[in-house]
């Protein structure tokens, strides 16, 4: 009987350090100063100083890319899923007027292939660096037997500061108030369960296809286009204290997280009168989905909302486009309950 290791089980530890040393350059290159430790340690070290602050305040978030990761998979290129993650959760603690500190990522997959995870951490590395955040540690862990032969997972942990004056709750949002919409450049991270069963099994279109409403942008492309950073466009906002309450619109749409900011009594009305992502467009007419199914799903163009008071209207546009953004009217607060779309 030939003795059984590790590797027949179907672990491969050469892989696994393989993937360290092809990744380790780029994780480096996100350290700052703070950062006391470096990888291979159990645990990542940085070196907390907030004495320029009153009162800071950290502010954490986790999350994962879903079943975006399927289409990388299908398309053969992980290049773009860690920077989803980055941006994801970077956007996820803006909201609340945060700006981030350091990221941990979990990776998991059936079988590790050394080159697909350096490229998974390359693209958290990228959007790190744009975001000026360090990539402070991680884990990856080949499970076979419980993720099949080419799935991956990806998953990560952030952590932000902010002044505790400058935590943005939606605590101060009153009727009267206005909606201003960033827009998005597709799905982002959310709706690709449903993506995918309209795309690949209900049309039958594979990654490489083109389709007209894409004007020669392949499927595969489109779906994975990077989740937007929201993070410098605001920054001039937070500053001069613009903002009274940010949704950052994942899964369950503007339905599902504009509510989640909005102070009791409150409610509002949306005016969906901004472009929308082709993309939508071909879920939509290839499935033959109900505009308020895709409401409830995608973003359908708005990756953020933000609400300001009427009189500070025209001072966000300005810093909005001067960050280069091209920000629109998305609605208005009223006084009740819920969201309601006008058309």
Request: net charge negative; proline share 4%.
């Amino acid at each position: 009987m030939k003795p059984v290791d590790y590797r027949s089980s179907g672990v491969d530890l050469l892989e696994g350090e393989k993937a360290v040393a092809l990744m380790k350059e780029r994780v480096r290159e996100t350290y700052t100063r703070e950062v006391l430790s470096d990888l291979g340690h159990f645990g990542g070290l940085y070196r907390a100083d907030f004495s320029h602050m009153k009162e800071p305040v950290l502010v954490a978030s986790t999350d994962g890319v879903g079943t975006k990761l399927k289409v990388a998979s299908m398309k053969g290129h992980y290049g773009t899923v860690g920077s989803d993650l980055v941006n994801h959760c970077v956007n996820d603690i803006l909201v609340q007027g945060a700006s981030p500190l350091f990221f941990m990522d979990y990776i998991a997959c059936g079988r590790l292939e050394a080159f697909t995870v350096a490229e998974i951490v390359s693209g958290l590395a990228d959007a790190c660096s744009e975001n000026g955040c360090v990539l402070l540690g991680g884990e990856t862990a080949e499970m076979p037997g419980f993720y099949g032969e080419g799935d991956y997972d990806v998953a990560g942990t952030i952590i932000g500061l902010v002044e505790k004056d400058m935590i943005i709750d939606g605590s101060d949002i009153r009727p009267g108030m206005i909606v201003i919409g960033l827009p998005s450049n597709g799905l982002h991270t959310n709706g690709y369960s449903l993506a995918r069963k309209v795309i690949f099994d209900t049309a039958g279109l594979s990654p490489s296809d083109t389709h007209p409403l894409l004007g020669g942008i392949t499927v595969g492309d489109a779906l994975l286009a990077v989740h937007r950073s929201y993070l410098r466009a605001l920054e001039p906002l937070l500053r001069e204290k613009l903002v009274k309450g940010i949704a950052h619109i994942t899964g369950g749409g503007i339905p599902g997280n504009l509510p989640r900011i909005l102070s009791a009594g409150c409610g509002a009305l949306i005016r969906p009168l901004w472009s929308v992502p082709a993309i939508f467009e071909l879920i939509r007419e290839l499935g033959q989905v109900e505009i308020s199914e895709m409401r409830r799903a995608f973003n359908m163009g708005a990756g953020m909302l933000l609400v300001v008071d009427e009189g500070d209207k025209e001072r966000t546009i300005e810093l909005l486009r001067i960050s280069g953004e091209e920000p629109f009217i998305a609605g208005e607060i009223l006084r009740g309950e819920g969201i309601t779309f006008e058309g």
